[in-house]
């Protein structure tokens, strides 16, 4: 298949992948020419960013699992945020989980196949006494499960913090950029765009590895999109969540409905052409944009999240991994075993028709593009129990 576009060199997609395999460095002209590739060509350029992905990471989804251990009540107001300051998004809002609770969430996640959990609090960033509460929380889900990485997600460190987390046993930091530095005082006025990159800077010279990602459909312009991109691997990020905007009522961007399914597996697949070494986790968002192409995403990102997030539900756990093996991957860690009959933990979710985000508990059919986020009400500061 030739590539008719005047920005790209390159004859095939194919080409273009052997060429990034060889030492090639993608430009920006040819991310922007890959990202208006057509409906009808996009899964060839699925299967050409896929043999960057199984060439780095073989046949193998890493399982990551959230505890929100804070929710709600952020200073902050990021426009896509259901815990922004003002935000009338009807969200679980609690303080601080006691760490022994944090540890029995996390041991939920890493019993339905998690190798990483991610330990997230809102708010702009920590006081010394959080970090030494979350520390804490480290230290016994190491002793307990010394074989699974730990990555915290605290907001904007302050000088010190990123190494009292290092010390406690964190093996990673996640904060993401989100969207391009020339969008994102429209995003937010509350921090800086530096602000972020500064602390990913600080969390990798800590030691730590460096996770940070994306928020897509924000209304971003191609290029905007690119520049973050670009900002992403120029930062030396090991790990990069691409989430799709979860429009959330009583949020700013509420309504707001962007992208398509190819279209979300054409940014995918410009993410791993540009780092193509890099974890690439489809994240919030991918059951709702996505859809019934979950598992093709899975030819060119490596990762996902397994189970619910911060403030909504996600697809069925059993749902995810059935979802992994039917396509043929396997869950990092787990090679040997049959991750698809997961742990059953109780009750995970109503029978609402769908095991997917798109469809709220009241309603028996997705619609394509119309449906809320629905909102968590299991799991973390909650006595339900968790879809894990």
């Given amino acids: 298949m030739s590539i008719t576009n005047q920005r790209l060199e390159f004859s095939t997609f194919a080409e273009l992948s052997d060429s990034i395999l060889k030492g090639h460095r993608l430009t920006a002209d040819e991310a922007l020419a890959l990202l208006e590739t057509s409906d009808a060509d996009t899964l060839k350029l699925v299967s050409a960013a896929g043999t960057l992905r199984r060439q780095f990471f073989g046949n193998t989804v890493k399982v990551n699992y959230l505890v929100n251990l804070k929710s709600g009540l952020c200073p902050e107001d990021c426009t896509y945020c259901s815990q922004r300051l003002g935000s009338k998004a009807e969200i679980l809002k609690y303080t601080w989980l006691k760490p022994e609770e944090a540890v029995h969430q996390a041991g939920l996640g890493i019993a339905g196949g998690a190798t990483r959990v991610c330990m997230v609090a809102s708010g702009k960033g920590p006081t010394d006494r959080d970090v030494d509460r979350v520390a804490t929380m480290i230290e016994t889900l190491k002793d307990q499960h010394p074989d699974v990485e730990v990555c915290a997600c605290l907001g904007i460190l302050k000088d010190g913090q990123a190494q009292r987390l290092k010390e406690a046993g964190a093996d990673a930091y996640n904060h993401n950029l989100n969207t391009a530095e020339s969008l994102y005082p429209e995003i937010c006025s509350t921090h800086s765009f530096d602000e972020r990159v500064s602390t990913v800077q600080q969390a990798k010279s800590s030691g730590l590895s460096?996770?940070?990602?994306?928020?897509?459909?924000?209304?971003?312009?191609?290029?905007?999109?690119?520049?973050?991109?670009?900002?992403?691997?120029?930062?030396?990020?090991?790990?990069?969540?691409?989430?799709?905007?979860?429009?959330?009522?009583?949020?700013?961007?509420?309504?707001?409905?962007?992208?398509?399914?190819?279209?979300?597996?054409?940014?995918?697949?410009?993410?791993?052409?540009?780092?193509?070494?890099?974890?690439?986790?489809?994240?919030?968002?991918?059951?709702?944009?996505?859809?019934?192409?979950?598992?093709?995403?899975?030819?060119?990102?490596?990762?996902?999240?397994?189970?619910?997030?911060?403030?909504?539900?996600?697809q069925d756990a059993k749902a995810d991994l059935a979802m992994i093996a039917d396509a043929g991957f396997v869950v990092l860690g787990a090679e040997n075993r049959d991750t698809t009959a997961a742990p059953d933990q109780g009750e995970t979710a109503p029978d609402t028709g769908c095991s997917g985000s798109c469809c709220s508990t009241a309603n028996t059919a997705c619609s394509s593009q119309s449906e809320e986020p629905a909102l968590r009400r299991r799991g973390a500061g909650t006595q339900e129990t968790p879809n894990a």
Avoid at 224 to 240: H, N, P, T, W, Y
């Fill in 210 to 314: 460096p996770c940070s990602g994306l928020i897509v459909g924000m209304g971003e312009t191609p290029e905007q999109l690119v520049e973050a991109i670009f900002a992403l691997r120029d930062l030396g990020a090991d790990s990069i969540p691409v989430n799709f905007l979860m429009p959330f009522d009583g949020t700013p961007l509420q309504g707001t409905w962007n992208l398509t399914p190819l279209a979300c597996l054409r940014i995918l697949a410009v993410v791993r052409m540009a780092c193509p070494e890099t974890e690439l986790r489809m994240a919030g968002g991918r059951e709702m944009h996505l859809r019934s192409l979950q598992s093709t995403a899975l030819e060119v990102a490596n990762s996902l999240f397994l189970g619910d997030y911060l403030t909504s539900e996600g």
